[in-house]
């Protein structure tokens, strides 16, 4: 069984840094797709970024150069460090994996950022 336990969201000022964490069981992330998505009040979910299990990484128009994903194989962790925040980036923020084409998702967390 799989399971995702995020940790680290929270309320930070505009220009403000937060590192999510997401800490997995059941799965090996370093052979699995892993990503952070996120969704906003009224609005469908959308990812944030993704690592692949080469290590290849993808991200938002909107985040990129603000926003790094990376992952601790020897934790079996996932981190998102978010930079330079923006009231735009409020969200509840979701942990996801995808292994053998099926989805696992976090709790979600809230991030607030405020103007």
């Known amino acids: 069984q799989v399971q995702l336990t995020e940790s680290g969201g929270g309320l930070v000022q505009t220009g403000g840094s937060l590192r999510l964490s997401c800490a997995a069981s059941?799965?090996?992330?370093?052979?699995?797709?892993m990503g952070w998505y996120r969704q906003a009040p009224g609005l469908q979910r959308e990812l944030v970024a993704h690592?692949?299990?080469?290590?290849?990484?993808n991200y938002a128009d909107s985040v990129k150069g603000r926003f790094t994903i990376s992952r601790d194989n020897a934790k079996n962790t996932m981190y998102l460090q978010m930079n330079s925040l923006k009231p735009e980036d409020t969200a509840v923020y979701y942990c996801?994996?995808?292994?053998?084409?099926?989805?696992?998702w976090g709790q979600g967390l809230q991030v607030t950022v405020s103007a």
């Open positions: 690592i692949t299990s080469g290590g290849s990484t």
């Open positions: 059941g799965i090996i992330i370093s052979i699995s797709r």
């Open positions: 996801n994996a995808r292994v053998f084409g099926v989805d696992s």
